[in-house]
């Protein structure tokens, strides 16, 4: 899945809209976001954090993720597996390509070395990508490049065996397929990308815990420039600025005030910020092509009582999930755990005000599998990485989240960053 899956006609989120899908709801006219393209002052003392990054995933660390792939393979009875353009093949090969309607894949066998089938006006390239890593096969504009993957997955003796396709393909990959190789079982790839991707190395859990490190800086400096009367949208920017001074552009925010924040992804009304209002910032970047999430929830001057109740509720379940979550627990009871917090304090049953899961995973991908969901049968493993983000939401009034990632070790789970203590801007 893309970045979000935020089904969102509500708030305003400045810098990886586009890629979200979605055009926020709150953005302010072309002509009064133009004048505002000046950096905060509170966003000066910023520099750039490149330097201290972790380095990015090497060729041969690719390499033993396309051996363990070919490994799930045998174990599972795959012949081949088919990957398109996106996060699958990033993780498997390094190659960035755009998706469109002519085909353009990875096709690794069982064992042996891949080949990746590109049109043939791209193949120059698709060879500058490739690097000499895998042959490439490609096909003219009138020919078809299913037919021409029929015809390799035969070069390798397994015209009657079973192809699994990328689980984010297009319906037409899958149904191409079909007729070009009647004779194949074709079925999805996921039981393989997903047992890759899902565990983390240590060095991927590195670099996840850098884009962590580097959206706290971001939100510690944006907060310093709340002041009454502030927009969503000048909030959001402040995060997105805050980002491309850290080195990192193109990261996203989520704002929400006041009642806004009682729907998780905000309401599709601009707000501004007064006095002793709830501020929610949900964003985060990317390194290296992995992404961090963090929810932040505070009150612009002084907490009500009610608010601070709130707070400790959300914040005890947080605490109790990670506590809780190791080696051996099942996904869907972390989300018991998180759950019972809040239904004990009164704000149940079920999801009465917690209205969504306590956290997905994330990688490559702001949500990818597996889910902390209720019901979900999936045994949490060392190098699992999941955000931790419940919240309680009161229509009318206001909602809290707090979200940071954690990462499940041999003993049991780690924060990536320090977690969040109270509503006071300064404790942030």
Request: charged share 25%.
């Amino acid at each position: 899945m893309e970045r979000r899956e935020f089904v969102q006609r509500s708030a305003t989120l400045v810098g990886g809209a586009s890629l979200l899908g979605f055009t926020p709801a709150e953005a302010e006219p072309r002509e009064v976001a133009a004048d505002r393209r000046e950096i905060a002052p509170e966003l000066a003392s910023l520099r750039s954090r490149l330097p201290d990054a972790p380095a990015p995933i090497s060729e041969s660390e690719r390499m033993q993720r396309r051996e363990k792939a070919q490994r799930l393979m045998k174990e599972l009875g795959y012949s081949a597996i088919l990957i398109e353009p996106g996060p699958n093949m990033m993780y498997f090969s390094g190659i960035e390509w755009s998706r469109s309607e002519r085909l353009f894949a990875l096709i690794l066998p069982q064992s042996g070395k891949g080949i990746v089938v590109a049109p043939a006006f791209e193949k120059g390239r698709a060879a500058d990508q490739v690097n000499g890593r895998f042959d490439i096969r490609v096909w003219q504009e009138d020919e078809s490049p299913e037919a021409l993957v029929a015809g390799i997955l035969k070069e390798w003796g397994v015209a009657t065996g079973k192809l699994g396709v990328d689980g984010s393909a297009r319906t037409f990959v899958f149904n191409e397929m079909a007729l070009a190789a009647p004779a194949i079982q074709i079925g999805t790839a996921e039981a393989i990308t997903n047992g890759c991707r899902g565990i983390k190395s240590a060095h991927e859990i590195e670099i996840m815990r850098f884009a962590n490190q580097i959206t706290l800086e971001t939100y510690r400096a944006a907060f310093k420039t709340l002041r009454v009367g502030m927009t969503q949208a000048e909030l959001a920017k402040n995060v997105t600025d805050g980002f491309a001074k850290l080195g990192f552009p193109g990261g996203f925010a989520l704002v929400l005030f006041g009642e806004s924040s009682a729907y998780p992804h905000g309401l599709p009304h601009p707000r501004t910020l007064a006095e002793n209002q709830v501020v929610l910032i949900d964003g985060g970047t990317s390194v290296h092509g992995y992404q961090s999430d963090m929810t932040r929830t505070v009150v612009f001057g002084t907490p009500a009582p009610e608010a601070h109740t709130v707070f400790e509720v959300v914040h005890e379940a947080q605490r109790q999930a990670i506590a809780f979550a190791g080696p051996g627990k099942k996904c869907g009871e972390v989300d018991a755990v998180a759950r019972k917090v809040v239904t004990d304090a009164g704000y149940g049953p079920d999801y009465r005000t917690f209205t969504h899961r306590v956290g997905h995973g994330i990688g490559m991908e702001g949500h990818e599998w597996p889910y902390l969901v209720r019901g979900s049968q999936i045994v949490l493993e060392p190098g699992m990485t999941f955000s931790d983000e419940p919240g309680i939401y009161q229509v009318g009034k206001f909602g809290i989240r707090l979200e940071d990632i954690m990462a499940i070790t041999e003993k049991g789970a780690e924060m990536m960053t320090p977690t969040q203590t109270s509503l006071l801007v300064s404790t942030i």
